[in-house]
Every structure is written in C-alpha cells, then in structure tokens.
C-alpha cells in the first residue's frame, strides 16, 4: 500500500485533524440534504415471509436443499457476498467512528449511515432465509468466519484517503446490488436490492460532496488521496471466506468486474469531480494526476482484454449448452 506523502509547502500541510474541524460545516450541510433525500422504507415488506416454513432442528421443519432455491446460481454467490459484506458493519462503525470521531454533524452522520446500513443486512437476511435461497447453515458459519477476522481499512492511517475510499466504494456497493438484483431471477429481489442500492448511492452522494470539498481545501493532499485509493482499491469485502473464488464468479457473470469498476464506478465519481481537469496543483498533486491519468488508461486496456476473455468464455459456455440439449 503507499502512504501518502506529506505535502511541505509554504503553508503547513492539513493534518487530519484539521481536515475534520474544517470539513464540519460541509459534513452538516450535507446531512441535512442527506436527511431530507433519504424516504424511509421497511424491510420487512420486501420479504415474502408467506413463502418461509419452519427449518429443521429445534422446530423439526424441513432441511434446506438445493432445489428450494429460486435464485440463479450467481445471485445465490452475489448474494452471499453482499450480505457478508454488509455484516460486517461493526467493524465499519468502528474505524469511521474513530476517523471521524462521534460528536457533532459527523457524529450524527456516523450513527445515521450505521443505522441505515444496519437495514440492508436485516432485509437480506430475512429475504434468503424466508425464501430459502442460500444455505442458511454455511451462510450462519461464513458470517462468524468472516465477522469473526474483522474489517481493518486500508486507509486508516488518512481521513483525505478514508473519504475518497467511501466516495468510491459505496458506488461499488449499489453496482454490486443494482446488478445482483438484475441476475437474480426473482422480481421480489431485485426490488428490494433496488431500495438498497438507492441508500448507497445517497451514501456516496454524501462521500463525494464532502470529497470535493476536500479537493478544494487540499488540492494536492486530496488528489494525492484520491490517487492512492484508485490505485490499490479492494472491495470491504475481500477478507470474506472464498472472496476470489466467489469474486471470479461474479465477473464473468457481468455483476462486478473491471469494465464495471472503470466505467460505472471510478468514472463518474472522477468526472464528476473534474478531477482529471484540476489545474494548478503542487508538485505533489500534480505526481499523483499524473499517475491516476496513467493508471486508469492502464486499467482501461486491462479491462478490454477482461472484456474478450469474458465474451470467449460465454460463448463456449453456450456453445456446450447448446450440445448438450
Ligand atoms: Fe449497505
Ligand atoms: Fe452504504
């Protein structure tokens, strides 16, 4: 991982202490538009719960298998994965808790977005257990492996590189369900990961615009920020038992890969911060646009090439489909 380097010029370099007392008055601005943007909505009427019956056990109903199922095979894997994602929330309160402290408009924020969060746990859960989607076994013994590790971000040592983080990721997080949703094969599912997505892509509403206030304080730190986090981004759920496995999946499937990262996620956050049309930085940010310009024409070719090898290996999955029958 690279540590960004501390910017020496004229003025003292923003320590992270001061990032945050200057960023309040955004981070209240932004809450109340949060506030006003976010409808609430209950989980429990996106659960089918007509559908569930008793599991074996202590109740002595019926053992989950396979055929119970009437998710796709890559929803079962996506989903899984999202949910696992989003147990790990302790965690995540924990290290933007201790980012951004508890008290004030951060504060309120922090326990807002914890609370939200906390309810597209609950509404999966509750969705693949009454419906028998997964595995509830081997989803409960996943839960406590991954859980069990913790999250520890790669970004603590820098509340710039935490925020450009969030920006990004919670827009990874509504592409993963979005899409999800959109494989899913159950009408029902894809509704309710619709309403999640839409949180997330409040949430990153939120990190951006607080991004892009950073972007104007600290030019060179937040580019250099913004840079380090592109460069070595990893999905918050990576630590989760058989993440690249399930993530080799997920790609080839067409819910999360390297054209999607670029082109529906690191792209419009960038553009919309104009971050490639930044002009006047130190030497400093001016490094790390150049290497985040560099990088993404990089990532840009490495995801055509991901391209072709995904419509070569679809092609063959069909043409022995088409064998077969
Ligand atoms: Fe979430
Ligand atoms: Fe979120």
């Given at each position: 991982?690279t540590?960004?380097?501390?910017q020496?010029?004229?003025?003292?370099?923003w320590?992270d202490v001061?990032?945050?007392l200057?960023l309040?008055e955004v981070v209240?601005t932004?809450l109340?538009?949060?506030?006003?943007?976010?409808?609430?909505?209950m989980?429990?009427?996106?659960v089918?719960?007509?559908?569930?019956?008793d599991?074996?056990?202590v109740?002595?109903?019926?053992?989950w298998?396979l055929?119970q199922?009437?998710?796709?095979?890559?929803?079962r894997i996506?989903?899984?994965?999202?949910?696992l994602?989003?147990?790990?929330?302790?965690?995540?309160h924990h290290?933007?808790a201790?980012m951004f402290?508890r008290?004030?408009?951060?504060?309120?924020?922090?326990?807002?977005?914890?609370?939200?969060?906390?309810?597209?746990g609950?509404?999966i859960r509750d969705?693949l257990?009454?419906?028998?989607a997964?595995?509830?076994?081997?989803?409960?013994?996943?839960r406590?492996?991954?859980?069990?590790?913790g999250?520890?971000?790669?970004n603590?040592?820098s509340?710039?590189q935490?925020v450009a983080y969030?920006?990004?990721?919670?827009l990874a997080?509504?592409?993963?369900?979005r899409n999800?949703?959109?494989?899913?094969?159950?009408e029902?599912?894809?509704?309710?990961l619709?309403?999640i997505?839409?949180?997330e892509?409040l949430?990153?509403?939120?990190?951006r615009?607080?991004l892009?206030?950073a972007?104007?304080?600290a030019?060179?730190q937040a580019m250099r920020?913004?840079?380090?986090?592109?460069?070595?981004?990893?999905?918050?759920?990576?630590g989760?038992p058989?993440?690249?496995?399930?993530a080799?999946q997920i790609a080839?499937?067409?819910?999360?890969n390297?054209?999607i990262?670029h082109?529906?996620?690191?792209?419009?956050?960038?553009?919309?911060?104009?971050?490639m049309?930044?002009?006047?930085?130190?030497?400093?940010?001016q490094?790390?646009?150049?290497?985040?310009?560099?990088?993404?024409?990089g990532l840009n070719a490495?995801?055509t090439r991901?391209?072709?090898?995904?419509?070569?290996?679809?092609?063959?999955?069909?043409?022995?489909?088409a064998a077969r029958?």
């Amino acid at each position: 991982m690279t540590i960004a380097p501390v910017q020496r010029t004229a003025t003292t370099a923003w320590t992270d202490v001061r990032l945050i007392l200057a960023l309040e008055e955004v981070v209240e601005t932004e809450l109340n538009r949060h506030l006003k943007a976010a409808k609430e909505w209950m989980p429990h009427e996106y659960v089918p719960w007509s559908r569930g019956r008793d599991f074996d056990g202590v109740l002595g109903g019926e053992a989950w298998s396979l055929d119970q199922s009437k998710v796709t095979p890559l929803a079962r894997i996506s989903l899984v994965v999202n949910l696992l994602t989003e147990d790990n929330l302790p965690s995540y309160h924990h290290e933007i808790a201790s980012m951004f402290g508890r008290e004030g408009a951060w504060g309120t924020w922090v326990h807002r977005w914890t609370a939200e969060e906390g309810r597209h746990g609950i509404a999966i859960r509750d969705y693949l257990l009454a419906t028998r989607a997964v595995d509830p076994v081997e989803l409960e013994r996943a839960r406590m492996a991954h859980m069990s590790e913790g999250f520890e971000s790669d970004n603590a040592h820098s509340m710039l590189q935490s925020v450009a983080y969030v920006a990004f990721q919670e827009l990874a997080t509504r592409i993963a369900h979005r899409n999800t949703g959109h494989h899913s094969g159950d009408e029902l599912c894809d509704q309710l990961l619709a309403k999640i997505a839409n949180d997330e892509n409040l949430h990153m509403v939120f990190y951006r615009n607080l991004l892009k206030a950073a972007l104007e304080i600290a030019p060179d730190q937040a580019m250099r920020a913004v840079a380090d986090v592109v460069l070595n981004f990893r999905m918050p759920g990576h630590g989760m038992p058989g993440f690249e496995r399930s993530a080799a999946q997920i790609a080839i499937g067409g819910i999360y890969n390297l054209r999607i990262h670029h082109d529906d996620v690191l792209q419009p956050v960038l553009r919309h911060l104009k971050v490639m049309e930044i002009t006047g930085l130190g030497p400093v940010g001016q490094h790390a646009q150049d290497e985040l310009g560099a990088f993404l024409d990089g990532l840009n070719a490495q995801a055509t090439r991901f391209d072709e090898r995904q419509a070569a290996l679809l092609a063959r999955r069909a043409a022995a489909a088409a064998a077969r029958a």
